[in-house]
């Protein structure tokens, strides 16, 4: 894949921004005067580790093109769908189901994305494998918790699997005026949906004292939604340049994104919470499990995808 000029302005941009953002981080420690505003600023410099290795990962697989990149989240899914199913248990009359849930249904699904099959990688999750896993598992013989155990695994594909492919799938868009150049929105979209979730967080730990939904997820507050939600909204904007939107459209796609990766998280928080955990695992250091940070991009890719290939194409 060509690094263009605007691609390349972009990276060097995220790394300008992880570059500060670590000065400031390292000298606020050392200025910290109590626990509590030790914990953040830790928290923050864990999760500013984290996404060094996130952003250098992300952007060799970008440079290495389309294959690379579909390689890459094909595998953020396996990891995730395996934490999801971890967290919710099965049982022995589920192995199969899972052999081919792992190893058959998601490489498949995953090299139609590759292949640009719209037709095929659409319908190929929420119809054939939908009814496949409980006509495999019903082969097997037991009958408990079957409906349950079933739903589970569903569940986990539909949204570890299906929604996050929907993220590389925005290369295969045939946008006029655009060609060749779908790294650059793939490469906003995903930095919205992260950046969303880290300003959300500051600002509710800065400001925040109204809880959204103190039960499933007590650090999500209004003034963090409101506060991190306008912040991205102004970034997602001043990036439009880099996007086939205009300013005014890519402030809607902004909101959009922001809205369904803040509803994403709180969804997979109330999973979460019934499972007794705080993080889906501990593959990402200062990050919890790779799950913990793709909850809010699988519910905003494929709604962004579809509303993109619908307004653009």
């Not at 300008?16 to 923050?44: F, H, P």
């Not at 590759?114 to 095929?120: A, I, V």
């Not at 079957?146 to 695994?153: H, V």
């Not at 939600?229 to 904007?237: D, K």
Request: proline residues 4%.
């Amino acid at each position: 894949m060509n690094l263009d000029h605007e691609l390349a302005c972009l990276i060097t941009g995220v790394v300008g921004i992880l570059i500060v953002a670590s000065i400031i981080t390292r000298i606020l420690l050392k200025r910290a005067r109590n626990d509590g505003a030790r914990m953040t600023l830790e928290n923050v410099a864990a999760r500013t580790r984290a996404w060094w290795g996130m952003v250098i990962i992300f952007t060799l697989a970008i440079l290495l093109g389309t294959t690379g990149t579909v390689i890459l989240f094909g595998l953020l899914s396996f990891m995730a769908l395996r934490e999801f199913i971890t967290l919710t248990p099965t049982r022995p009359g589920d192995h199969r189901t899972l052999f081919w849930v792992f190893f058959i249904i998601t490489p498949l699904h995953y090299w139609y994305v590759l292949d640009e099959w719209y037709g095929m990688y659409s319908i190929f999750i929420p119809v054939y494998a939908f009814l496949f896993v409980p006509m495999r598992s019903a082969l097997a013989g037991d009958c408990e918790h079957f409906l349950e155990r079933s739903a589970k695994i569903q569940w986990g594909l539909l949204i570890c699997v299906y929604s996050v492919s929907h993220a590389p799938a925005l290369l295969s868009l045939q946008i006029p005026g655009y060609l060749g150049e779908n790294a650059k929105l793939l490469f906003w979209f995903v930095i919205i949906v992260e950046i969303s979730d880290v300003l959300q967080y500051v600002w509710g730990k800065t400001c925040g004292k109204h809880k959204v939904a103190p039960k499933v997820s007590p650090n999500k507050t209004w003034e963090g939604l409101i506060g991190g939600g306008l912040s991205t909204v102004a970034i997602g904007t001043a990036l439009w340049w880099v996007t086939p939107f205009s300013p005014l459209q890519a402030a809607g796609m902004t909101v959009l994104v922001v809205l369904l990766g803040f509803l994403g998280g709180l969804v997979m928080s109330a999973i979460k919470r019934d499972r007794g955990v705080k993080d889906w695992g501990h593959a990402i250091a200062g990050h919890g499990g790779v799950m913990d940070r793709l909850d809010s991009l699988s519910f905003a890719a494929p709604i962004f995808f579809h509303v993109t290939r619908y307004a653009l194409t």
